[in-house]
């Protein structure tokens, strides 16, 4: 299906608003994104899990890394601790868009 601004039409969430943190990890490697929608980071850095998206884009997270929020490859966070055990399915917004 055509998602549009979208990555996947569905997200795994420790909250309704998903502004709870489910995880934190430690990145495994530099990663550098594509465009503003991602956050970049070193290896080493910690990262923290705001929520997953299911579905098309199951490879993609989205989380913080200091005061810059952004998608990022899940693959490349070794997680060392989970906030909550407890993951609502929602839909997803828009995705938010580059200038």
């Not at 039409?9 to 990890?25: F, I, N, Q």
């Not at 956050?39 to 913080?64: D, M, P, Q």
């Not at 070794?78 to 909550?84: A, D, L, Q, T, V």
Request: glycine share 8%; with cysteine.
């Amino acid at each position: 299906p055509e998602l549009g601004r979208r990555f996947a039409e569905r997200k795994r969430c420790a909250d309704p608003e998903c502004s709870m943190l489910m995880c934190r990890g430690k990145a495994t490697q530099d990663f550098t994104g594509p465009d503003c929608r991602f956050v970049n980071f070193k290896k080493g850095e910690a990262v923290y899990v705001y929520y997953k998206l299911i579905g098309e884009s199951t490879e993609l997270w989205a989380g913080s890394v200091g005061s810059d929020f952004g998608y990022f490859p899940k693959d490349l966070l070794e997680i060392n601790h989970n906030y909550s055990n407890e993951e609502l399915e929602l839909p997803t917004d828009v995705s938010f868009i580059c200038f």
